[in-house]
Protein backbone atom coordinates (compact mmCIF):
# COMPACT_ATOMS: atom_id res chain seq x y z
CA UNK A 1 0.00 0.00 0.00
CA UNK A 2 1.29 3.49 -1.24
CA UNK A 3 0.00 6.89 0.06
CA UNK A 4 0.21 9.44 -1.90
CA UNK A 5 0.08 13.40 -0.58
CA UNK A 6 -0.43 16.19 -3.24
CA UNK A 7 0.10 19.70 -3.40
CA UNK A 8 0.49 23.03 -5.60
CA UNK A 9 -2.96 23.26 -7.23
CA UNK A 10 -4.40 26.86 -7.22
CA UNK A 11 -5.89 29.71 -9.26
CA UNK A 12 -4.05 31.07 -12.16
CA UNK A 13 -4.98 33.25 -15.07
CA UNK A 14 -4.92 32.21 -18.51
CA UNK A 15 -1.35 31.79 -19.40
CA UNK A 16 -0.16 31.50 -16.47
CA UNK A 17 1.95 28.00 -14.71
CA UNK A 18 1.42 25.38 -11.77
CA UNK A 19 3.80 22.97 -11.12
CA UNK A 20 1.95 19.94 -8.76
CA UNK A 21 3.83 17.49 -6.66
CA UNK A 22 2.91 13.74 -5.01
CA UNK A 23 5.09 12.77 -2.90
CA UNK A 24 4.47 8.79 -2.03
CA UNK A 25 5.57 6.88 0.94
CA UNK A 26 4.97 3.13 2.19
CA UNK A 27 5.90 0.26 -0.07
CA UNK A 28 6.24 0.38 -3.77
CA UNK A 29 6.35 -2.08 -6.80
CA UNK A 30 10.28 -2.77 -7.75
CA UNK A 31 8.93 -1.80 -11.33
CA UNK A 32 5.97 1.24 -10.99
CA UNK A 33 4.66 3.90 -12.48
CA UNK A 34 3.55 7.34 -11.19
CA UNK A 35 1.06 9.52 -13.24
CA UNK A 36 -1.55 12.29 -13.06
CA UNK A 37 -4.97 12.06 -14.02
CA UNK A 38 -7.63 15.18 -14.43
CA UNK A 39 -11.06 15.29 -13.46
CA UNK A 40 -13.53 18.30 -14.70
CA UNK A 41 -16.82 18.59 -14.11
CA UNK A 42 -19.41 16.69 -16.32
CA UNK A 43 -16.41 14.86 -18.06
CA UNK A 44 -14.58 11.98 -17.58
CA UNK A 45 -11.63 11.14 -15.83
CA UNK A 46 -8.71 11.20 -18.27
CA UNK A 47 -5.26 10.48 -18.39
CA UNK A 48 -2.60 13.71 -18.51
CA UNK A 49 0.45 12.39 -18.16
CA UNK A 50 2.41 9.54 -16.94
CA UNK A 51 6.42 8.29 -16.08
CA UNK A 52 8.33 4.88 -15.52
CA UNK A 53 10.62 5.44 -12.66
CA UNK A 54 13.00 2.80 -13.25
CA UNK A 55 14.00 4.35 -16.65
CA UNK A 56 12.16 7.67 -16.80
CA UNK A 57 10.22 6.62 -19.91
CA UNK A 58 7.05 9.74 -20.18
CA UNK A 59 3.93 9.42 -21.48
CA UNK A 60 1.31 12.82 -22.38
CA UNK A 61 -2.01 13.47 -23.86
CA UNK A 62 -2.29 15.23 -26.85
CA UNK A 63 -3.53 18.22 -25.37
CA UNK A 64 -1.02 19.07 -23.00
CA UNK A 65 2.05 18.48 -25.46
CA UNK A 66 4.18 20.83 -25.30
CA UNK A 67 2.95 22.88 -22.02
CA UNK A 68 3.15 19.99 -19.54
CA UNK A 69 6.27 18.50 -17.92
CA UNK A 70 6.52 15.45 -16.09
CA UNK A 71 9.86 14.11 -14.14
CA UNK A 72 10.95 12.28 -10.90
CA UNK A 73 12.62 12.72 -8.31
CA UNK A 74 13.98 9.43 -6.84
CA UNK A 75 15.97 10.85 -3.35
CA UNK A 76 12.56 12.54 -2.24
CA UNK A 77 10.31 9.93 -3.67
CA UNK A 78 7.77 12.62 -5.57
CA UNK A 79 6.92 13.48 -9.25
CA UNK A 80 6.25 16.71 -10.22
CA UNK A 81 3.87 17.90 -13.11
CA UNK A 82 5.44 21.21 -14.55
CA UNK A 83 1.90 22.74 -16.02
CA UNK A 84 2.71 25.93 -18.23
CA UNK A 85 0.65 28.08 -20.41
CA UNK A 86 -2.02 26.95 -18.82
CA UNK A 87 -5.85 27.40 -20.61
CA UNK A 88 -9.54 27.45 -18.83
CA UNK A 89 -9.73 23.84 -20.43
CA UNK A 90 -6.99 22.93 -18.48
CA UNK A 91 -9.41 23.82 -15.19
CA UNK A 92 -10.27 20.03 -13.29
CA UNK A 93 -8.84 18.38 -10.21
CA UNK A 94 -5.49 16.79 -11.02
CA UNK A 95 -5.06 13.06 -9.03
CA UNK A 96 -1.95 11.43 -9.10
CA UNK A 97 -1.49 7.77 -8.83
CA UNK A 98 0.69 4.60 -9.26
CA UNK A 99 0.65 1.41 -9.98
CA UNK A 100 2.94 -1.66 -11.16
CA UNK A 101 4.11 -1.32 -14.55
CA UNK A 102 2.01 -3.10 -16.98
CA UNK A 103 -0.79 -3.16 -14.46
CA UNK A 104 -3.64 -1.56 -13.41
CA UNK A 105 -3.70 2.07 -10.87
CA UNK A 106 -3.40 0.58 -7.56
CA UNK A 107 -3.67 4.01 -5.37
CA UNK A 108 -4.48 7.09 -5.65
CA UNK A 109 -4.24 11.10 -3.84
CA UNK A 110 -7.28 12.56 -2.98
CA UNK A 111 -6.64 15.38 -5.16
CA UNK A 112 -5.69 19.19 -5.78
CA UNK A 113 -7.78 21.25 -7.99
CA UNK A 114 -6.46 23.35 -10.33
CA UNK A 115 -8.43 26.73 -12.12
CA UNK A 116 -7.29 28.80 -15.04
CA UNK A 117 -9.35 31.54 -15.17
CA UNK A 118 -9.86 33.61 -18.28
Known amino acids: QVQLVESGGGLVQTGGSLRLSCAAS????????MGWFRQAPGKERESVSA????????YYTDSVKGRFTISRDSTKNTVYLQMNSLKPGDTAVYYC???????????WGQGTQVTVSS
Open 26 to 33: GRTFSNYV
Open 97 to 107: ATGPEGGIWSD
Open 51 to 58: ITWSGGTT
